[in-house]
């Protein structure tokens, strides 16, 4: 296991990397470890420092993006950056108005698999349940308490792998601990008898926008092929953990068939919230990632509470930004 360490103007990030085990043999993975640089964190870091890491008695976020093997985990780092700028102003306003400070994103992981492609979605899966566990999953190291939520945010093929690193946990509590909320974004779980040349054409085009057209449509036929797979996860843990749905308001990539066919009660599972992200389509962390990050921390800090038992509108800071 080796370490590394660089800094940026809204967060520093720390990578790791380690080996672990898939059906296919040992492999390895980069994980990078996000912390925002903002003075509020500074100041939870020193009286950490003061204290031991285990000060952090308030309940926190700790986040873990999900991006698919054919993208690199940096795809998500501006909407991290954003993430962050919202939370430092959100803390500032919060000073200036009174208002609870809502629970905190402490920190944010990023994964990237070396050697991707002699793996599949399977393999992701358990790829990431093994990071799950390893970090932090339910044995809540020194760094953690058991008043951290753990959310699991994936976007695009990536929620193929969000959804199957569920299944197989040891308990029903070690589920919990280790997934507080699922939020997928521009989830695709294509059915096969919704499939078409032109939908594959469709997401290939768009995609190679972002990566070598042959991984797109790598990622394209996995989705196929584990899409009722992952779906059938999600009826085993709709009434356990959270999940949300995050959709572009421009049918793309996904139809509004497709968008309706997700969030249908027949499907024998509930979305705990589905938003719409105007003006934007299929590739909503890329193509606009302040959009992104909006809708990630509306999502966590209107389900997720405060820090604070006071009462308070967290409309009242939004409005100030």
Same mark, same amino acid.
């Given at each position: 296991?080796?370490?590394? =360490?660089?800094?940026?103007?809204?967060?520093?990030?720390?990578?790791? #990397?380690?080996?672990?085990?898939?059906?296919?043999?040992?492999?390895?993975?980069?994980?990078?470890?996000?912390?925002?640089? &903002?003075?509020?964190?500074?100041?939870?870091?020193?009286?950490? =420092?003061? #204290?031991?890491?285990?000060?952090?008695?308030?309940?926190?976020? !700790?986040?873990?993006?999900?991006?698919?093997?054919?993208?690199?985990?940096?795809?998500?780092?501006?909407?991290?950056? /954003?993430?962050?700028?919202? +939370?430092?102003?959100?803390?500032?306003?919060? !000073?200036?108005?009174?208002?609870?400070?809502?629970?905190?994103?402490?920190?944010?992981?990023?994964?990237?698999?070396? $050697?991707?492609?002699?793996?599949?979605?399977?393999?992701?899966?358990?790829?990431?349940?093994?990071?799950?566990?390893?970090?932090?999953?339910?044995?809540?190291?020194?760094?953690?308490?058991?008043?951290?939520?753990?959310?699991?945010?994936?976007?695009?093929?990536?929620?193929?792998?969000?959804?199957?690193?569920?299944?197989?946990?040891?308990?029903?509590?070690? *589920?919990?601990?280790?997934?507080?909320?699922?939020?997928?974004?521009?989830?695709?779980?294509?059915?096969?008898?919704?499939?078409?040349?032109?939908?594959?054409?469709?997401?290939?085009?768009?995609?190679?926008?972002?990566?070598?057209?042959? $991984?797109?449509? #790598?990622?394209?036929?996995?989705?196929?092929?584990?899409?009722? /797979?992952?779906? &059938?996860? *999600?009826? +085993?843990? %709709?009434?356990?953990?959270?999940?949300?749905?995050?959709?572009?308001?421009?049918?793309?990539?996904?139809?509004?068939?497709?968008?309706?066919?997700?969030?249908?009660?027949? +499907?024998?599972?509930?979305?705990?919230?589905?938003?719409?992200?105007?003006?934007?389509?299929?590739?909503?962390? @890329?193509?606009?990632? @302040?959009?992104?990050?909006?809708?990630?921390?509306?999502?966590?800090?209107?389900?997720?509470?405060?820090?604070?038992?006071?009462? %308070?509108? !967290?409309?009242?800071?939004?409005?100030?930004?």
């Amino acid at each position: 296991m080796s370490s590394s =360490n660089s800094v940026s103007k809204s967060f520093s990030v720390a990578s790791t #990397k380690y080996e672990t085990r898939s059906l296919k043999g040992n492999f390895r993975l980069v994980a990078s470890r996000y912390t925002p640089t &903002s003075e509020f964190q500074d100041d939870a870091e020193r009286e950490g =420092n003061n #204290k031991s890491a285990t000060a952090f008695t308030l309940p926190s976020y !700790i986040l873990v993006l999900v991006q698919g093997a054919e993208f690199p985990k940096e795809h998500w780092e501006p909407v991290i950056s /954003r993430l962050f700028d919202i +939370q430092s102003d959100m803390q500032y306003a919060s !000073i200036a108005t009174g208002v609870p400070t809502p629970i905190p994103i402490r920190e944010v992981w990023g994964l990237d698999y070396i $050697n991707g492609e002699e793996l599949d979605t399977l393999d992701y899966a358990n790829a990431l349940k093994a990071f799950q566990k390893d970090i932090f999953g339910g044995k809540l190291t020194e760094n953690y308490t058991e008043t951290d939520k753990f959310v699991l945010v994936a976007h695009s093929v990536g929620c193929l792998e969000a959804v199957l690193s569920t299944t197989d946990f040891d308990s029903v509590s070690l *589920l919990k601990t280790t997934n507080y909320s699922l939020i997928l974004s521009e989830p695709v779980f294509l059915q096969h008898s919704e499939t078409s040349p032109t939908r594959a054409k469709g997401f290939t085009e768009s995609a190679a926008a972002y990566v070598q057209l042959s $991984n797109a449509q #790598k990622a394209y036929r996995r989705s196929i092929s584990d899409s009722k /797979r992952a779906m &059938s996860q *999600l009826r +085993q843990i %709709g009434g356990l953990v959270p999940v949300h749905a995050i959709f572009g308001s421009i049918d793309d990539v996904l139809s509004s068939k497709d968008k309706e066919y997700l969030v249908q009660p027949q +499907q024998g599972f509930t979305m705990a919230t589905v938003s719409r992200v105007e003006g934007v389509g299929h590739w909503i962390p @890329q193509s606009s990632p @302040q959009k992104m990050a909006e809708a990630l921390f509306n999502l966590l800090h209107r389900f997720g509470g405060f820090q604070s038992m006071k009462s %308070g509108n !967290i409309d009242a800071i939004l409005s100030k930004l």
